[in-house]
């Protein structure tokens, strides 16, 4: 995934800006087939974190994952870390 946040060069005004450093795709999680029972993925949504809000109501990067008939969720602990 890539941290939308860390990408928007819109924001960098007056900051030095590395195109390298902030377009690298960063594995933030990773599960096995057999995790999910080998079913495919169906459908897939990811609600942001509230980080860059004004007023940061601590919600977290959040990544919701169907397979077939069952929902999976996925929630960021640790901010740019991965989580298995």
Same mark, same amino acid.
């Given at each position: 995934? &890539?941290?939308?946040?860390?990408?928007?060069?819109?924001?960098?005004?007056?900051?030095?800006?590395? @195109?390298?450093?902030? @377009?690298?795709?960063?594995?933030? @999680?990773?599960?096995?087939?057999?995790? *999910?029972?080998?079913?495919?993925?169906?459908? &897939?949504?990811?609600?942001?974190?509230?980080?860059?809000?004004?007023?940061?109501?601590?919600?977290?990067?959040? *990544?919701?994952?169907?397979?077939?008939?069952?929902?999976?969720?996925?929630?960021?602990?640790?901010?740019?870390?991965?989580?298995?």
């Amino acid at each position: 995934m &890539i941290d939308l946040d860390k990408a928007n060069v819109k924001e960098f005004e007056g900051e030095e800006f590395n @195109f390298d450093d902030q @377009f690298k795709l960063h594995l933030l @999680f990773e599960y096995r087939a057999s995790d *999910v029972e080998h079913k495919a993925l169906t459908n &897939i949504h990811a609600r942001g974190s509230s980080k860059k809000e004004k007023i940061d109501t601590n919600n977290k990067l959040m *990544v919701f994952m169907q397979h077939e008939d069952n929902l999976y969720i996925w929630t960021q602990m640790i901010d740019g870390e991965m989580n298995h």
